[in-house]
């Protein structure tokens, strides 16, 4: 029997694990594919307070999970089916070979790269249309690319190709950024990258791989073709609220509702980081929502 079990080994997961370990609490984290979640898609993380010279997401990752294990946290590599009893106090998580059963659950299931939507995506996907630049980028060495997007995503992509493609474009759908104004300038300054604003990519044409994409102004209606190899799509995200969304009440947009205390529509069931509607999704929020959920988590079995 577990104290806490947490799904998913993001930094919200992670930092719950911190703290649900270091109160005492038998605490297991189950995470599908390799702990550090979104962190293992970035290449420097530049904004964790303390954190000096950039270390890359993974690096950051196995630091936190060092340190959950130093409280004996337990971490298991499986796949989350059902919740079973989720009202009652002993509820029961179930994977494909183990029952878990446990006083109370954190959803800490992250979220996923947005779709474009464009034409052509699915079929390129892999084979020139990439949601990862840090893990695909090295692929277009010395050749052009493309990223779509105006979040911080989309620049951080943008800086990080323009190491090693010839020549970068970011397309954007107006001519504002949600990006940090640092980014922006960066990007303004770099060479290597070029703006096309205004503007949405409709198709993307290749014959086995991306060799062209159809970019449509939205102000115009023109429609003009781009020669690129390859495009990183960075449109935002969607939570990864399957499972959740089958016993929690979720938003419009598909993110978990909880209240200040991470607790969610189940008494004993909380959630943290980017699974929940929240204003900020950055590493540094996911770890300070993790630190709430397992304290709420600790009071709500200390009763
Ligand atoms: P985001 O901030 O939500 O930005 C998504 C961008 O994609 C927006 O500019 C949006 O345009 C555009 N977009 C959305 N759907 C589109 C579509 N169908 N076609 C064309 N463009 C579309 O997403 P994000 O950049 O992935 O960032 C997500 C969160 O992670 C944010 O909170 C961000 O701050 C955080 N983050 C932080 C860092 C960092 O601090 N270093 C790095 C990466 C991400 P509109 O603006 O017109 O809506």
């Known amino acids: 029997m577990y104290d806490i079990v947490i799904i998913g080994g993001g930094a919200a997961g992670m930092s719950a694990a911190l703290y649900a370990g270091r109160s005492g609490m038998k605490t297991l984290v189950i995470e599908s594919l390799a702990v550090g979640g979104q962190m293992n898609q970035t290449y420097e993380i530049a904004n964790y307070p303390g954190v000096l010279n950039n270390p890359d997401g993974t690096s950051l990752a196995m630091s936190m999970k060092e340190q959950a294990l130093e409280y004996d946290a337990e971490f298991t590599s499986e796949t989350v089916k059902e919740i079973k009893d989720i009202h009652e106090k002993i509820k029961k998580v179930v994977t494909r070979k183990n029952v878990y059963e446990t006083k109370a659950v ?23 249309v990439s949601y990862c630049a840090t893990c695909d980028g090295a692929f277009f060495k010395g050749q052009e690319t493309a990223v779509v997007g105006g979040g911080n995503t989309a620049f951080e992509d943008a800086l990080y190709l323009s190491r090693f493609c ?7 759908r107006r001519e504002g950024f949600r990006a940090e104004a640092t980014m922006v300038n960066a990007v303004k300054n770099n060479d290597k990258i070029e703006f096309i604003l205004n503007s949405t ?9 991306v060799s062209s994409i159809e970019i449509k102004n939205t102000i115009t209606g023109a429609i003009s073709e781009l020669s690129v190899s390859g495009l990183f799509v960075a449109v935002g995200r969607d939570a990864n609220s399957g499972l959740a969304g089958k016993y929690l009440r979720l938003d419009k947009e598909g993110f978990i509702i909880t209240d200040r205390y991470m607790q969610t529509s189940v008494k004993g069931v909380y959630a943290a980081g980017d699974v929940r509607d929240t204003p900020l999704r950055q590493v540094i929020t996911a770890a300070s929502d993790g630190a709430i959920a397992a304290t709420s988590a600790i009071h709500y079995i200390n009763g």
Do not use: C, Q, S
């Not at 409709?202 to 086995?208: A, F």
């Open 166 to 172: 010839k020549k970068v474009y970011l397309i954007h």
């Open 106 to 128: 954190i959803f800490a299931t992250g979220a996923n790269p947005r779709k474009l939507g464009a034409d052509g995506e699915e079929k390129f996907h892999g084979m020139g």
């Open 201 to 209: 990519v409709e198709k993307i044409k290749g014959d086995t791989t």
